[in-house]
């Protein structure tokens, strides 16, 4: 009986059950029988399951206090002023974080990587000029700043006047995992295997092909169904696909196996399995130092790669087991399930200070003896219409695969004999 958990992945690509004979002809060699495939690639760009969404930041003022332990805020400092009482400790305006969150989005069957996946926040910092002055008998009648960490003593006050959020990338070149692929029958005997190789495929930029060759399959007898009730004597509708002619030869590409037949549905049929690689190039972008421009990060060139196995399942080739068959050379082979490997990309922050601060001097006041608040991440998960199969949260059903960009199908066209 099938497993409800399952149901999504039952393959019910309409198809003739396979000839009487499901015993295949005597192989006679490497080749005797060749099968081209011709896959239209992936449509769009890789996928992650995280993003940043959105960002709240708010930047307030550092209240002058002194608990005994620890001062904050700062000092006007103008020398030896006769008649003159020390300047106390200052307010330091727009100094300090007081609230910053970072919502990351996160979704089974992803989003496409675009630029902003990961963001850059700046913090744009100027000094305040005229915020305290010393009277005129003082030996240091320009006043200099103590005591505000973000800021070298001695110096102006600083304050930051904005944030900005900016994405962190630069989307470079999307290859193409388009192919022609081959696979020849290479075994006598009734267990006949599929060897596969390419005869065309798009590279990616480091001149290797998009499409997998060690973990593409043609299998050429398969059940069709994903799990299936065995109870049926040796022989029944419900075995047919385990034993032809007496002989135990059902599994990938014949080579025995667990027969797995539905007792509704007991149609044997070809599997195709296609493994490719979903390659875009990257660079990072940031700050070189508070004053520069927003550019390219040297060194930061890179390749994300999200990696797809796809299974497409057709009508049996009857030729394979009857030389007499007329069965056309043309099969479609329709998408069944996908399983992803995402890339590990997307959700997170890098901070940078712009202006009047050192290089990396990037968050406003954080600590115990400074204010503000650390920086908070928040998690959101949106789902709707995304279905997976096999209780995994990387295998998905074929409507499902089909909206994320894999092809809904494929020709398969037998070029000899």
């Not at 800021?151 to 388009?178: F, M, Q, R, V």
């Amino acid at each position: 009986m099938l497993n409800p958990s399952r149901a999504c992945c039952c393959r019910s690509t309409p198809c003739d059950c396979a000839p009487d004979s499901l015993t295949p002809l005597a192989s006679t060699g490497y080749g005797d029988f060749t099968y081209l495939v011709e896959f239209g690639g992936f449509a769009g760009a890789p996928l992650t399951q995280s993003r940043v969404s959105q960002i709240t930041t708010r930047i307030g003022d550092l209240v002058a206090y002194d608990d005994g332990e620890c001062s904050q805020g700062m000092i006007c400092y103008c020398g030896f002023c006769p008649g003159h009482t020390p300047d106390t400790l200052r307010d330091v305006p727009n100094c300090i974080l007081e609230d910053e969150d970072v919502e990351i989005e996160t979704r089974s069957c992803g989003f496409p990587i675009t630029n902003d996946v990961d963001i850059n926040i700046a913090y744009i910092w100027q000094p305040v000029a005229n915020y305290c002055s010393c009277p005129p008998q003082c030996t240091q009648p320009t006043p200099v700043v103590y005591g505000w960490s973000n800021d070298p003593a001695p110096g102006n006050p600083k304050t930051c006047i904005a944030t900005l959020n900016y994405p962190k990338y630069l989307l470079g070149t999307i290859y193409s995992s388009a192919a022609t692929i081959r696979f020849r029958r290479t075994t006598a005997g009734l267990s006949s295997a599929f060897d596969c190789d390419l005869t065309a495929s798009t590279n990616d930029g480091n001149g290797t092909p998009t499409v997998t060759v060690a973990y593409c399959r043609y299998f050429h007898r398969m059940s069709s169904d994903a799990e299936c009730d065995l109870s049926g004597p040796i022989g029944s509708q419900i075995n047919r696909c385990r034993f032809g002619g007496g002989a135990y030869n059902y599994g990938y590409g014949g080579v025995g196996g667990t027969a797995m037949c539905a007792p509704d549905g007991c149609c044997c049929k070809s599997e195709l399995q296609i493994r490719f690689r979903v390659v875009m190039d990257m660079q990072e972008l940031w700050w070189a130092t508070p004053s520069s421009i927003y550019s390219v990060k040297p060194g930061s060139s890179f390749s994300v790669v999200m990696t797809v196995t796809a299974h497409y399942y057709g009508c049996t080739d009857s030729r394979l087991y009857s030389a007499s068959s007329t069965q056309p050379a043309l099969r479609n082979f329709t998408l069944d399930r996908a399983t992803f490997s995402f890339p590990t990309i997307g959700g997170s922050v890098e901070r940078f200070g712009l202006g009047s601060v050192p290089p990396y001097s990037v968050v406003p006041g954080i600590g115990e003896c400074v204010g503000g608040t650390t920086p908070s991440n928040s998690y959101i998960t949106t789902d709707e219409g995304c279905t997976t199969c096999f209780s995994t949260v990387s295998t998905f059903d074929a409507t499902t695969a089909i909206a994320m960009g894999v092809p809904a199908s494929v020709a398969v066209t037998r070029s000899t004999p």
